[in-house]
């Protein structure tokens, strides 16, 4: 009967902390990209609860339903995230004492230009809705689950009330008992055919 053959005995680690053994698992850009993520999540979660409001200024106390959002426990205020970002946010105090919180100019214009990005990017988000809703089961989708994406497709803040109803020969919004759905109306054949299945049929025409 033929020997075991051992295993290779692992490293020694004897003598080194978790930290120095760590940084050989650790790939520093990934966590300076996810922690920088982290702060321009919150402040997105603010800027789009401004947007929502009539002349993008709120009373300052408004905002403080964000604050499981923004990970601020007491007696850290969601004044004080915002007066972190002057060039972003504007505080103000009016004439009864009560304090506004509202964008700056600076974040208007950029605003503006995220939605003149977005209308212009809106046919492609279609497609790529369209495509999800495809593969979905039912040809159907929550909207709140496509909201839960929605930067990641392109998609404005009020896509749920209009831009939903800009591609009709693509979806439609339809109300269920479990809540709103968005729905396939029309199967797009080319839609159907991956990247990878795209490239193979170019590859073997041109084997051809």
Known sequence: ???PVPAPARGMTRGRSVKDRSKKKRVHALEVAT???K???KV???VDALKKEE????PLKRLEILRPQL???KPHKVAHFVRRSPHLFEVCRDSRGVMWAGLSPQA????EEEARLLEEHSPVAAQYVTRMLMMSVDRRLPVDKIAHFRRDMGLPHDFRTRWVHMFPEHFRLVRLEYGE???LVSWNPSWAVTELEKKAAVSTGHAN
Do not use: I, K
């Open 71 to 73: 990970g601020l426990v």
């Open 55 to 58: 002349e993008h200024v709120t």
């Open 181 to 183: 759905y968005l729905e």
């Open 35 to 37: 922690e920088r993520w």
């Open 1 to 3: 009967m033929p020997m």
């Open 39 to 41: 702060v321009l999540s």
């Open 108 to 111: 208007e214009a950029l605003v």
């Open 44 to 46: 997105l979660a603010v």
